[in-house]
């Protein structure tokens, strides 16, 4: 089993920036690859961006892309996983969730963990 919390939601103004935190534990050897996706009110849930264990590979959705950074740390015990959101639009508000899977993929049905979600809300 393998265990995500996020953290770093909050209200931000267009523009601003956020980080968002996602602490990996429990049998983290099976955290590959690990990804953020979002929940925007009234829609479906989609893919934001995907990172492999060794953080070679990235993968962001086109509409993030030059604006989201994904990273991560593999700690002893747990692994750490960031999203680092620049530029932030009104139209980025959603609750975004911690994935992790075991295949490098946009297609949410191949993660088989999930966080709790955080709140990202972008005034205009």
Request: charged fraction near 20%.
């Amino acid at each position: 089993q393998v265990q995500l919390v996020e953290s770093g939601g909050g209200l931000v103004q267009a523009g601003g920036s956020l980080r968002l935190s996602c602490a990996a534990s429990g049998r983290t050897d099976s955290t590959n690859p690990m990804g953020w996706f979002r929940q925007p009110p009234g829609k479906e849930r989609e893919f934001v961006a995907a990172i492999t264990w060794d953080g070679r590979l990235t993968d962001y959705a086109d509409s993030v892309k030059g604006r989201f950074t994904i990273s991560k740390d593999n700690a002893k015990n747990t692994v750490y996983l960031y999203l680092q959101m620049n530029s932030l639009k009104p139209e980025d508000t959603a609750v975004y969730y911690c994935a992790a899977g075991q295949t490098f993929t946009p297609q949410a049905e191949a993660y088989n963990y999930w966080g709790q979600g955080t709140q990202v809300t972008v005034s205009s």
